[in-house]
């Protein structure tokens, strides 16, 4: 058993290809029947965002699983065909494919590295495959593991602190003028929608004063509406800007709205109090003479994309330490991965029963000193009668279930019920529905019969459930 | 025993106003907690040593210029663990230590162990001292703040968005301080005046003689009663007003200088 992803990026499709595997939400539940009833393949997974489409799977044989997906890829979309794809693709199995999606779900693999969205992205995938019952005991799992991975990112690294995008870059340098923007009041000189989204970004962090002044007044009450503020006349702008402490301006104009003479007056009225303007239109609508104005900042567009650019960089050098904390859970996940084999399991039970069994016999054989020596081994062979017995269907179940879907599920729950070793952490019974939810009774079945008296011969042909 | 502990706060302010100048050049936070526990540490034995000169010569002999530099030292250091532990404003710190190092070796160097008998009417010198020095103290702390506002505004005027700019607070925050730092110390520096004049009456009988540096003083007492007027009434704030509280700074420096070269070591 494999789990693997086989998928494309904008760091490897261009948009031509990526809009056309996009798969709408509307279509998820089909596309993912439609995966999971390839032969083998168990479980399957589909995240389709603006920027990647990715499948993940367990599936049986490596490469016939690689060859299904692909094909399955291309059949998202007429046009495409396989030899089409090939180049576009990426494909990781085992530890590469979970660390891939540990990155991705780390926003490690965005565009704009750090960016919250993909979390979200990847958590409403993993619900729709838990609803059609398309995700098992694997990739539940691992999708969880994924999700609290991102969440120690983001939370033990500034990978996400700074701005990342021209509006929010508006909001950090608010604050290195402001240091509290309660009580400042923000004016709004046109409407255009980088401005409208700094200017929601300001309220998010504050700002409750909200004038808003557009050619169209109309179009500014309904703004005002929207944003709880009030629409004031265009021709007044240039009286509003004494009263104001960011000045937002996106127009169509093709001249300067705000001259430095504007901004002295309105300075004066202010007694110097600072006032941060922010330029968002092309062309300019702030004359960048207002600059060495005192207590005046001006900040165009061009200001704004070298602020961001600079916090990527920044988002980089935190990537690196993330790109660390991927590693060290791909390698814990792992270690539970390598537990769900068959092989090690069965040699772990009858470990644990022979032990069981040699302690008590030990036991009650110190208390027995009188008995013969064909007493003693008839007392020995009971005990290995009741013990071969209690674990027999175990281990019949365990592998004859070794290729199913639900084999992993079974070996999970073997391991549990027989206290073979502790699981990995986070891991909670329960939570995923589907295989998970059969594997107790299935297992219980299995113990209910016994037919057989001996213990299961040691060498096995069977294959261990690889999973690597 | 108090000279082996003002060795010691020396060495430890010396050590953080080294690490403090080093958090300012690096990204990383963790420098400020091992500058700040330094600080700590000077503070605490800069506490024993201020105390210890006292039990040794206290009320025996005339306030010095050595302890009234070490005063303003350990009460700017005061000041700045009220402002870190409220606020959190590490950077305040790699400003602040500096200049309480600066002061500190300053004193150092006036520092002299002769006990000069004392009337009781100087007892009123030790109370204009104090109250000079506390005044002192808010017009230091107000030119801080005025030199992070203009390094601060610089940068964000020139769009150079560096280390610095990340560390140093906003710059309405930074004004706040200027003028807080002004509102507390002027009317201590006045008071410190008053009582000056006052021991001047009983030394010499006249409540002033205008020498230089009473004429200093009082120069540097109407330059900030014009600072905090004009910030209430004509907006001398934000830039302006920094520029304002270094120049008043540099005044108060001037007088104390003055005051030195006149006394050699003794304040009048």
Redesign the interface.
């Known amino acids: 058993m494999h789990i693997i992803v086989v998928g494309l990026s904008h760091k490897t499709a261009p948009v031509e290809i990526r809009e056309k595997l996009a798969v709408p939400e509307s279509r998820l539940r089909e596309a993912l029947s439609r995966l999971c009833a390839y032969p083998g393949v168990r479980e399957g997974l589909l995240l389709s965002t603006c920027n990647r489409v990715e499948v993940y799977a367990v599936v049986e044989e490596l490469e016939s699983g690689y060859g299904r997906v692909q094909e399955f890829l291309a059949d998202t979309h007429l046009s495409l065909s396989s030899e089409h794809l090939t180049p576009h693709l990426y494909w990781h199995a085992g530890d590469r494919a979970i660390g891939h999606l540990f990155r991705v779900a780390s926003s490690l693999d965005s565009m704009i590295v750090g960016e919250s969205q993909i979390l979200g992205q990847i958590k409403d995938a993993f619900e729709v495959a838990l609803t059609h019952k398309a995700s098992g005991l694997l990739l539940n799992k691992v999708v969880k593991k994924a999700i609290s991975v991102a969440k120690r990112v983001r939370t033990e690294t500034k990978i996400a602190e700074t701005a990342v995008s021209v509006s929010y870059a508006a909001v950090e340098?608010a604050?290195?003028?402001?240091?509290?923007l309660t009580e400042k009041t923000v004016l709004l000189i046109g409407a255009g929608e980088m401005a409208k989204l700094a200017a929601r970004h300001l309220i998010a962090n504050g700002v409750r004063q909200v004038r808003i002044t557009t050619r169209n007044f109309q179009h500014g009450l309904e703004l005002a509406q929207r944003f709880n503020g009030t629409a004031v006349p265009f021709d007044d702008y240039k009286a509003e800007l004494a009263g104001a402490d960011i000045v937002l301006v996106s127009t169509g104009a093709s001249h300067y709205l705000i001259n430095a003479d504007d901004v002295q007056r309105a300075m004066?009225q202010?007694?110097?109090?600072?006032m941060f303007l922010i330029d968002i239109s092309v062309p300019r609508n702030i004359d960048p003479a207002v600059?060495p104005i005192?207590?005046a900042?001006l900040?165009d567009i061009d200001?704004l994309h070298?602020?961001v650019e600079?916090n990527r960089e920044d988002r980089l050098r935190e990537a690196a330490k993330a790109e660390q904390m991927v590693v060290e859970e791909v390698a814990v996940l792992g270690q539970w991965l390598q537990s769900l084999e068959v092989t090690p399991t069965i040699v772990a039970l009858r470990t644990r029963s022979e032990d069981i069994k040699r302690r008590e016999v030990d036991k009650i054989m110190a208390r027995l000193g009188h008995l013969s020596p064909e007493d003693r081994a008839a007392v020995e062979a009971m005990a290995s009668a009741i013990i071969n017995k209690m674990v027999h269907g175990t281990m019949v179940t365990l592998k004859a279930e070794a290729t199913s879907a639900s084999g992993a599920a079974y070996v999970d729950a073997a391991r549990r019920f027989f206290n073979l070793e502790a699981t990995p952490d986070g891991y909670t019974a329960g939570h995923a529905e589907g295989s998970e939810g059969q594997e107790g009774s299935a297992a219980s079945n299995g113990t209910g019969r016994l037919p057989d008296t001996s213990l299961v011969p040691q060498t096995t042909k069977e294959q261990g459930r690889r999973v690597s | 025993m108090s000279s082996v502990f003002f060795m010691l706060t020396m060495a430890l302010y010396f050590v953080s106003t080294v690490c403090y100048l080093a958090y300012l050049l690096r990204r990383a936070e963790t420098l400020s907690k091992v500058s700040l526990g330094i600080t700590a540490m000077g503070f605490a034995t800069h506490t024993v040593a201020l105390v210890a000169r006292m039990a040794d010569t206290g009320q025996t002999q005339l306030p010095t210029f050595h302890e009234a530099l070490s005063f303003f030292s350990w009460m700017l250091i005061l000041v700045f663990l009220a402002v870190e532990f409220r606020r959190q404003l590490h950077v305040l710190g790699s400003f602040i230590v500096p200049l309480a190092l600066i002061s500190l070796v300053t004193a150092a160097a006036f520092r002299s162990d002769e006990a000069s008998s004392l009337q009781p009417v100087f007892k009123t010198l030790w109370v204009h001292v104090t109250l000079s020095m506390l005044g002192t103290v808010g017009f230091a702390v107000a030119f801080v703040a005025g030199v992070m506002y203009l390094i601060q505004d610089g940068l964000l005027k020139s769009k150079r968005f560096n280390v610095l700019y990340a560390k140093l607070p906003a710059l309405d925050y930074l004004d706040h301080l200027n003028q807080q730092s002004i509102v507390m110390g002027f009317p201590l520096l006045t008071l410190g005046i008053i009582s000056g004049a006052f021991s001047a009456e009983i030394v010499r009988g006249t409540y002033v003689n205008w020498n230089p540096e009473q004429t200093w003083a009082m120069v540097t007492w109407g330059f900030y009663f014009a600072v905090l007027v004009g910030r209430l009434t004509i907006g001398w704030r934000a830039k302006r007003a920094a520029y304002l509280t270094i120049i008043g700074f540099a005044g108060v420096i001037l007088t104390l200088i003055g005051v030195v070269l006149k006394s050699h070591g003794s304040v009048s």
């Not at chain 1, 604050?175 to 509290?180: A, T, V």
């Not at chain 1, 202010?270 to 600072?274: C, D, E, F, Q, T």
Request: without cysteine.
């Open positions: 340098l604050k290195k003028i402001f240091s509290n004066r202010r007694m110097n109090r600072p600059r005192d207590d900042f900040f200001d070298m602020r600079q």
